[in-house]
């Protein structure tokens, strides 16, 4: 079909007349992407011979006659002149405008590259240009003040950067004084030094320096309140002290405290007296500090993110954010508060009506109320921290108050609550919020491992352990979640109960110590439940002389916690007979014993590994595990009457009794009116009920929220809760409480 051979460089209308009469084979050694013999055999309806590839397919089309496929040695069959006609015929009607400039411009204005980047909009400049500093300004009644410190801000500075300068109006009755007051430096505005007025309908307080987030247009946050007058050098004082410490809060008030523990007594008193509150003046030395007055203060833009990215727990702390900031920062952040230096008003002054009691919000009662509220906030919460032997309030004083903190739990309404692994999230717990809990057991979840189960930290390195428990009982108490802390048989000793009761015991959310999850001894294997009660006392000597060794360790450093004692046989119902003289002679030396039976009745029905699909709730279950044996009717009235007898066994022996466990296989029919039905039971009697388990990561038969289908496991995705009629059930039985009380 012609001669093969090399040519050197072509003229023009050389290379056309011989392109025109060539058939162009191209062998690719990569993919081809951009090829411009490609496009000039397209454009001139010449023949080429391409490989298959899919650079080759868009410039073509699938259905080109002349493809090959790389791996072949064998031309004849694609090289026939029926086939190089039919390519010049497709040539010849292929669309050629996609290959035009029009066309490549036109993709290019489309584009999401091209679409992804803003254009300069007129009207739009004043939310793009950047600035060095933003300065807001809140004004209420002080706007006698306004004009000066817009005056000193906008034209008197001797910062040479870009400043943003933000008034926001508190004060709707002054709207129109406000404006009148801007608007000549409105009329000023320039791209170094720019105005904005905001005026709110509502009084939001200091707050709003919180909004200042996504209108700020600078890293810098510079707080300067309306009873403030900045000197020359305020804004480039505050700069250059960023300069050196550009992750810190800066400030020139402050408080501190010293080392003590909250009163529960008498919690006003600290604010009240100051007996370990220190107020520092402007003129102080610099220093690190626990809580800033935002008056006047620089926030670095990341910090102000962080300030924001926490739920305020309580509205009214919106009267105290710089409380709030302070404590956000320094506790979660981890950031440095820096108090600055400032004598003689050298870069400012206050006011004369500054501290004047109803003006000065910090005077006014309600403002007072919710520093009280923040401060028991963020102790509760231990912050600040100091080291223990720093701590000098006695223990002996507050103690009557922390025992009462710790026993609201147990002296209101039966609570409910679920047994949480340690790891718990701020995610779960709103969840745990929805389903009612007030209270969550910690330590029996995720012992179904026999290397990684909850609390073996404690085994390897108990301080890291410790720190990661500390933390999440700090988390729980935000959200007024009391917790009992229990051991598993691989973790506990004397040693580490009071390692935790030494931790604990000032936490007023710390509501018990459950001493040893589901105890057994040996004369309770292989013993069927009807036969528990015929167990001799002398073979549980060994059992209640180890919870006495427990409990005397935790009272040697935790006289007010609640301490737990489960009885014998895995801590079923039917054991608790064989704790009566024990229990009754604790109670004369501890009357702060409560009992705690799990309740997991009839467990052929319950478990997974002995129900085996074979029964219902509610329906017969075997009493025996034999061919032949008697049935048990088990429905809502049986469960009901069990738990009858575990009020009459506390009503006889004047102790708290709770369900620290009760649960049942996901999968088994009826699961869902099982669990209503033993939370009902439980409630009716006035006895706290915990379910077994809340996102249990290690038993999935637990993990109600995969539902009822035994093909789910731990990796699936969980059922949305109104799609699951186990957690549909669960949300039911929050509303237990509710309905009783109604």
């Not at 001799?536 to 935790?554: D, G, K, S």
């Not at 009020?647 to 466990?661: D, L, N, P, R």
Request: hydrophobic letters at 40%; aromatic letters at 10%.
């Amino acid at each position: 079909m012609g001669s093969e051979g090399s040519q050197g460089c072509l003229a023009a209308d050389a290379y056309e007349e011989m392109l025109s009469r060539s058939i162009v084979m191209i062998a690719l050694k990569y993919v081809g992407a951009a090829n411009t013999i490609m496009l000039e055999c397209i454009a001139r309806n010449v023949p080429v011979v391409a490989p298959r590839i899919s650079s080759c397919i868009d410039y073509l089309g699938a259905n080109y006659q002349l493809f090959y496929d790389q791996n072949t040695t064998d031309m004849t069959k694609i090289l026939t002149i029926d086939k190089v006609q039919q390519a010049v015929d497709y040539l010849s009607q292929m669309d050629k405008n996609i290959f035009s400039i029009d066309r490549f411009c036109q993709t290019i204005l489309s584009s999401s590259v091209l679409l992804s980047i803003a254009p300069v909009i007129d009207g739009l400049q004043h939310l793009t240009t950047k600035f060095d500093v933003t300065v807001c300004i809140c004004s209420y009644k002080r706007t006698g003040n306004l004009s000066e410190i817009l005056q000193n801000i906008i034209c008197k500075q001797i910062f040479s950067g870009m400043v943003q300068v933000i008034v926001w109006n508190n004060n709707s009755a002054r709207e129109k004084v406000v404006r009148q007051i801007c608007e000549p430096y409105l009329k000023q505005n320039s791209s170094s030094r720019y105005l904005e007025v905001i005026s709110s309908t509502d009084n939001h307080y200091c707050i709003i320096r919180a909004c200042m987030l996504h209108l700020m247009r600078s890293d810098l946050l510079l707080i300067c309140d309306d009873d403030l007058i900045p000197r020359q050098s305020f804004v480039q004082f505050f700069v250059n002290a960023h300069h050196q410490h550009k992750q810190d809060a800066l400030a020139v008030r402050r408080h501190w405290f010293l080392p003590h523990q909250l009163n529960h007594a008498d919690a006003r008193m600290e604010w009240a007296n100051y007996h370990h509150v220190r107020f520092v003046d402007d003129d102080q030395p610099e220093q690190l500090v626990h809580f800033l007055h935002a008056d006047t203060c620089l926030i670095p833009r990341d910090a102000l993110q962080d300030f924001v990215s926490i739920t305020l727990p309580d509205n009214g702390f919106v009267l105290v954010d710089d409380y709030w900031m302070s404590f956000v920062l320094s506790h979660y952040f981890k950031r440095n508060l820096r108090k600055l230096q400032c004598c003689n008003d050298e870069h400012f002054k206050r006011t004369a009506d500054s501290d004047e009691p109803g003006l000065a919000l910090y005077t006014r009662p309600e403002v007072e109320d919710a520093r009280i509220r923040m401060y028991i906030h963020h102790m509760l919460n231990g912050w600040p921290a100091w080291p223990h032997e720093q701590i000098t309030t006695s223990t002996t004083e507050s103690a009557p108050a922390l025992k009462s903190a710790k026993m609201k739990w147990w002296n209101g309404g039966a609570f409910l609550g679920y047994n949480v692994a340690s790891e718990v999230t701020r995610e779960d717990i709103s969840d745990l919020l929805k389903l009612g809990a007030k209270v969550v057991r910690i330590g029996a979840v995720g012992c179904q491992e026999d290397y990684d189960f909850e609390f073996s930290g404690f085994l390897e390195n108990p301080t890291a352990q410790l720190e990661e428990l500390h933390d999440t009982i700090l988390m729980l108490a935000e959200f007024d979640i009391g917790v009992i802390l229990a051991l598993h048989r691989h973790v506990v000793s004397v040693e580490l109960w009071q390692l935790i009761a030494t931790e604990f015991c000032r936490h007023a959310n710390v509501i018990g110590y459950d001493l040893v999850n589901e105890p057994y001894i040996a004369s309770d294997i292989d013993c069927h439940y009807k036969d528990v009660i015929n167990i001799p006392e002398t073979a549980l000597i060994e059992y209640f002389e180890t919870v006495t060794l427990y409990w005397q360790q935790i009272r040697s450093v935790d006289k007010v916690t609640p301490i737990i004692i489960e009885p014998s046989f895995w801590a079923k119902p039917y054991s608790l007979p064989l704790l009566s003289d024990f229990v009754d002679r604790m109670r004369i030396r501890d009357p702060d014993i409560i009992v705690s039976v799990h309740f997991y009745e009839p467990q052929r029905l319950v478990s997974r590994k002995l129900n085996k699909g074979r029964f219902q709730f509610p329906g017969t279950v075997p009493l025996y595990d034999r061919k032949y044996s008697e049935q048990e009717e088990w429905n809502e009235e049986r469960i009901y009457h069990e738990v009858e007898k575990i009020h009459q066994w506390q009503t006889e022996h004047s102790v708290t009794v709770f369900i620290g466990e009760f649960g049942v296989a996901r999968e088994t029919p009826g699961a869902a009116e099982y669990l209503k039905a033993v939370a009902g039971a439980s409630l009716s009697h006035n006895i706290s009920c915990i379910v077994y388990s809340f996102r249990e990561t290690t038993w999935d038969a637990m993990n109600y929220e995969l539902g009822p289908h035994l093909g789910a496991t731990i990796v699936n995705t969980r059922l949305t809760w109104n799609d699951n009629p186990l957690m549909k059930s669960l949300l039911d039985i929050s509303h237990i409480n509710d309905i009783d009380n109604n």
